[in-house]
T-cell receptor, first 111, second 116 residues
Framework: TQLLEQSPQFLSIQEGENLTVYCNSS?????LQWYRQEPGEGPVLLVT?????EVKKLKRLTFQFGDARKDSSLHITAAQPGDTGLYLC???????????FGGGTRLMVKP | GAGVSQSPSNKVTEKGKDVELRCDPI?????LYWYRQSLGQGLEFLIY????????KSGLPSDRFSAERTGGSVSTLTIQRTQQEDSAVYLC??????????????FGPGTRLTVL
């Protein structure tokens, strides 16, 4: 059983559509991070959220941390083919700094 | 500057053989992590080194897995008597090691291990 449940697992949409990816847990995290991973490469950090209720924007990407710091969402507006990839959420707790990852959302944006 | 590097990029081995995977962290990073990424299990933590402290080995799946970090820099992950279920991408990450949840981890490209 994964501590971080990510949904959906797969998402195939047309260019220009909006989408939201969810990351949920019954545990509290001190911070939550979103990564994007391309084939053959390691995950690359997109954003870190640390405060309950925090919202961060990165161009067309909006990240939100739940008030209780147990869940997060990633919203992409007007998706583009370049957004295609594997999106991973990961939570960090106070003990050490190891990350607990969600199962990932594989996004495909068709032109 | 150079990022995290890992070698080899691909490794094919026979069941029962030992393998060594290498990670070169970013210079100056005191924290180093190993993760494993497989289709069925997603990305899971294996082991964590922080400076000269004893490593956190809580994620190692069995005693066939071990890791060391020499001189606080390069790390080697060793898998003895490999099994087919060990097939996965092994990712290494390093960070400054501030010890806080916001300490950014930078990942290497991974080593794809295939056990025949």
């Amino acid at each position: 059983t994964q501590l971080l449940e990510q949904s959906p697992q797969f998402l195939s949409i047309q260019e220009g559509e909006n989408l939201t990816v969810y990351c949920n847990s019954s545990s509290v995290f001190s911070s939550l991070q979103w990564y994007r991973q391309e084939p053959g490469e390691g995950p690359v950090l997109l954003v870190t959220v640390v405060t309950g209720g925090e919202v961060k924007k990165l161009k067309r990407l909006t990240f939100q941390f739940g008030d209780a710091r147990k869940d997060s969402s990633l919203h992409i507006t007007a998706a583009q083919p370049g957004d295609t990839g594997l999106y991973l959420c990961a939570g960090s707790r106070n003990a050490g700094n190891m990350l607990t990852f969600g199962g990932g959302t594989r996004l495909m944006v068709k032109p | 500057g150079a990022g995290v590097s890992q070698s080899p990029s691909n490794k094919v081995t026979e069941k029962g053989k030992d393998v060594e995977l290498r990670c070169d962290p970013i210079s100056g990073h005191t924290a180093l992590y190993w993760y494993r990424q497989s289709l069925g299990q997603g990305l899971e933590f294996l082991i964590y080194f922080q400076g000269n402290s004893a490593p956190d080995k809580s994620g190692l799946p069995s005693d066939r897995f071990s890791a060391e970090r020499t001189g606080g820099s390069v790390s080697t992950l060793t898998i003895q008597r490999t099994q087919q279920e060990d097939s996965a991408v092994y990712l290494c990450a390093s960070s400054l090691g501030a010890g806080r949840g916001t300490d950014t981890q930078y990942f290497g490209p991974g080593t794809r291990l295939t056990v025949l």
